[in-house]
C-alpha cells in the first residue's frame, strides 16, 4: 500500500501540472489549453482521489489495530489538522492571488492581497479567502476520521460486522460488478453528480463515493477474505478498466474539452467512468499486491515525503506558471520547466522542513527526525506511523 500511494502521488502531480494546459477550469492555464491533453488526463480522472481515500481508511484501519480509539482520534486531528491551518494561514496564499490576477483581473500586489484582502473571511469573484485549496482532501479526511472514531465509540463490534457483510455481498465477480453500480447511481442521482464542490458541506455525491471508498478501505485491511477476491480478479478488473477507458476517449473525441455531454448520452458516459473507477482500482491493488510486496531502502523516505510534497506542490506549480506566463518558452517546454520546478521544489521543501524541529508537526512530519529506514517495514500494510495525508492518516 505504502508504494501504491507513492506512485498515486506522483500522478496526482503530473495530474495538477495538466491541468494548467487542458480546457477544465483551473487556477492558471499556462498556455493556450489543448483539447488532446485531456485523454492522458482522462486516465485518472476518474479513479485517481478514490483510491487515495481507499488506502486512507486502509492505513486508519491499521492505526486502530494498535491504539486505542481516543488515541488514534488525538493524532489524527494533529497530524491532519496543523498541516491544515498552516496551509491555509502560509503556503496556499499564493494561489488565490494568481488564479484572481490570471483570470479575474486582480491588479493588487501580493503584498496587498495578504495585508488587505487574504485574511478577511470573503469571496472575491467567488474565490475564497482563506481557502484550502487543493488541502480540501485533508479536510475530507478530518471529517471521516471523526465518523469513525464516532462510530467506533458508539458502536463498538459493527466494523466487523460490516466486513462480514461486505465479504457475502461481494463474492467472486461481485467484487468488480457491485461497487461499479453504487459509484453510478451514486453519482447519477446525487447532487453535484461528477463534478465535486470540494466545500465539504454541499458536496453529496463526493461524499457518498469518497466515504465509501474509505470504509472499503477500512475493511480491507481487516479481511484477507476482501482481499483474496481481488487477487483472484484483478486481471479481469484491468481489462475492464482498460475498456471503460476507451468507451471515455470515445465520448471524449465527440464532445470534447468543455463541450457539455448531450443529456441522452450522460448515462452511458457516467457508466463508463463508474467502471474505470472501481475496476482500475481493483486492478492497482491487486497488482500492487502481486508485484509491489517487497521493501527498499528508498520507500519509507519516500512514504514519509508524500505529505510535505502533497502540501506544497500545487503553490509551486501556480507560482512556476505564473511566471512562464512572461516567458517566451512553447508549451512543450513550458510542461517540461513545470515538472522540473514542481519536483526540485516540493522535494526540497520536504529535506529542509524535515531539519526544522518546531516545522516538522505543521507540514504533517513527527515531532524528531528519525532514520526513515528503520522505520515500519512489513510488507503489505500501510507505513502507519507516517502522518501523509495521502496515506490517509
Same mark, same amino acid.
Given at each position: 500500500?505504502?508504494?501504491?500511494?507513492?506512485?498515486?502521488?506522483?500522478?496526482?502531480?503530473?495530474?495538477?501540472?495538466?491541468?494548467?494546459?487542458?480546457?477544465?477550469?483551473?487556477?492558471?492555464?499556462?498556455?493556450?489549453?489543448?483539447?488532446?491533453?485531456?485523454?492522458?488526463?482522462?486516465?485518472?480522472?476518474?479513479?485517481?482521489?478514490?483510491?487515495? &481515500?481507499?488506502?486512507? $481508511?486502509? %492505513?486508519?484501519?491499521? =492505526? *486502530?489495530? !494498535?491504539?486505542?480509539? /481516543?488515541?488514534?482520534?488525538?493524532?489524527?486531528m494533529l497530524r491532519l489538522g496543523l498541516p491544515l491551518i498552516f496551509g491555509m494561514a502560509v503556503l496556499n496564499t499564493p494561489q488565490p492571488w494568481v488564479?484572481?490576477?490570471?483570470?479575474?483581473?486582480?491588479?493588487?500586489?501580493?503584498?496587498?492581497?495578504?495585508?488587505?484582502?487574504?485574511?478577511?473571511?470573503?469571496?472575491?469573484?467567488?474565490?475564497?479567502?482563506?481557502?484550502?485549496?487543493?488541502?480540501?482532501?485533508?479536510?475530507?479526511?478530518?471529517?471521516?476520521?471523526?465518523?469513525?472514531?464516532?462510530?467506533?465509540?458508539? &458502536?463498538?463490534?459493527? $466494523?466487523? %460486522?460490516?466486513?462480514? =457483510? *461486505?465479504? !457475502?455481498?461481494?463474492? /467472486?465477480?461481485?467484487?468488480?460488478?457491485?461497487?461499479?453500480?453504487?459509484?453510478?447511481?451514486?453519482?447519477?442521482?446525487?447532487?453535484?453528480?461528477?463534478?465535486?464542490?470540494?466545500?465539504?458541506?454541499?458536496?453529496?455525491?463526493?461524499?457518498?463515493?469518497?466515504?465509501?471508498?474509505?470504509?472499503?478501505?477500512?475493511a480491507l485491511r481487516r479481511s484477507s477474505q476482501l482481499m483474496s477476491m481481488i487477487r483472484r480478479q484483478w486481471r479481469l478488473g484491468a481489462v475492464l478498466?482498460?475498456?471503460?477507458?476507451?468507451?471515455?476517449?470515445?465520448?471524449?473525441?465527440?464532445?470534447?474539452?468543455?463541450?457539455?455531454?448531450?443529456?441522452?448520452?450522460?448515462?452511458?458516459?457516467?457508466?463508463?467512468?463508474?467502471?474505470?473507477?472501481?475496476?482500475?482500482?481493483?486492478?492497482?491493488?491487486?497488482?500492487?499486491?502481486?508485484?509491489?510486496?517487497?521493501?527498499?531502502?528508498?520507500?519509507?523516505?519516500?512514504?514519509?515525503?508524500?505529505?510535505?510534497?502533497?502540501?506544497?506542490?500545487?503553490?509551486?506549480?501556480?507560482?512556476?506558471?505564473?511566471?512562464?506566463?512572461?516567458?517566451?518558452?512553447?508549451?512543450?517546454?513550458?510542461?517540461?520547466?513545470?515538472?522540473?520546478?514542481?519536483?526540485?521544489?516540493?522535494?526540497?521543501?520536504?529535506?529542509?522542513?524535515?531539519?526544522?524541529?518546531?516545522?516538522?508537526p505543521w507540514i504533517g512530519l513527527s515531532h524528531r527526525e528519525r532514520d526513515p529506514r528503520s522505520r515500519f517495514r512489513k510488507s503489505g500494510e500501510a507505513?502507519?506511523?507516517?502522518?501523509?495525508?495521502?496515506?490517509?492518516?
Amino acid at each position: 500500500m505504502d508504494w501504491l500511494r507513492i506512485a498515486a502521488f506522483g500522478l496526482l502531480i503530473l495530474y495538477h501540472i495538466g491541468m494548467a494546459f487542458v480546457p477544465w477550469p483551473f487556477e492558471i492555464k499556462v498556455a493556450a489549453p489543448r483539447n488532446w491533453v485531456a485523454i492522458p488526463m482522462l486516465a485518472t480522472n476518474a479513479w485517481r482521489l478514490s483510491l487515495l &481515500f481507499l488506502v486512507s $481508511g486502509y %492505513a486508519s484501519a491499521a =492505526l *486502530l489495530a !494498535r491504539e486505542p480509539v /481516543g488515541n488514534f482520534f488525538r493524532g489524527r486531528m494533529l497530524r491532519l489538522g496543523l498541516p491544515l491551518i498552516f496551509g491555509m494561514a502560509v503556503l496556499n496564499t499564493p494561489q488565490p492571488w494568481v488564479a484572481l490576477v490570471t483570470q479575474h483581473g486582480y491588479t493588487r500586489s501580493f503584498a496587498y492581497f495578504l495585508l488587505h484582502d487574504y485574511y478577511r473571511f470573503q469571496f472575491i469573484d467567488d474565490v475564497a479567502m482563506p481557502t484550502w485549496m487543493h488541502l480540501w482532501f485533508v479536510a475530507y479526511l478530518i471529517a471521516y476520521t471523526s465518523l469513525l472514531s464516532l462510530g467506533c465509540v458508539a &458502536f463498538p463490534g459493527r $466494523g466487523a %460486522a460490516i466486513t462480514r =457483510l *461486505l465479504e !457475502r455481498a461481494l463474492k /467472486g465477480p461481485l467484487v468488480l460488478l457491485v461497487p461499479v453500480i453504487y459509484v453510478y447511481l451514486v453519482r447519477r442521482l446525487l447532487p453535484p453528480g461528477w463534478i465535486d464542490t470540494h466545500a465539504l458541506v454541499n458536496d453529496w455525491s463526493a461524499h457518498a463515493v469518497y466515504f465509501a471508498m474509505f470504509a472499503f478501505g477500512l475493511a480491507l485491511r481487516r479481511s484477507s477474505q476482501l482481499m483474496s477476491m481481488i487477487r483472484r480478479q484483478w486481471r479481469l478488473g484491468a481489462v475492464l478498466a482498460v475498456t471503460a477507458y476507451t468507451g471515455v476517449l470515445v465520448v471524449e473525441q465527440a464532445w470534447p474539452g468543455n463541450t457539455p455531454v448531450p443529456e441522452a448520452w450522460r448515462p452511458v458516459f457516467g457508466l463508463l467512468r463508474a467502471m474505470q473507477c472501481w475496476t482500475t482500482i481493483v486492478a492497482l491493488v491487486g497488482a500492487a499486491d502481486t508485484y509491489l510486496d517487497s521493501d527498499h531502502p528508498w520507500r519509507a523516505t519516500l512514504a514519509e515525503a508524500v505529505f510535505p510534497l502533497y502540501l506544497i506542490h500545487q503553490t509551486i506549480i501556480l507560482v512556476a506558471g505564473y511566471w512562464l506566463l512572461g516567458s517566451r518558452l512553447n508549451p512543450g517546454l513550458r510542461f517540461v520547466v513545470l515538472v522540473l520546478a514542481t519536483a526540485a521544489g516540493s522535494w526540497l521543501f520536504y529535506l529542509v522542513g524535515r531539519r526544522i524541529g518546531w516545522l516538522r508537526p505543521w507540514i504533517g512530519l513527527s515531532h524528531r527526525e528519525r532514520d526513515p529506514r528503520s522505520r515500519f517495514r512489513k510488507s503489505g500494510e500501510a507505513q502507519a506511523d507516517q502522518p501523509d495525508a495521502i496515506a490517509a492518516r
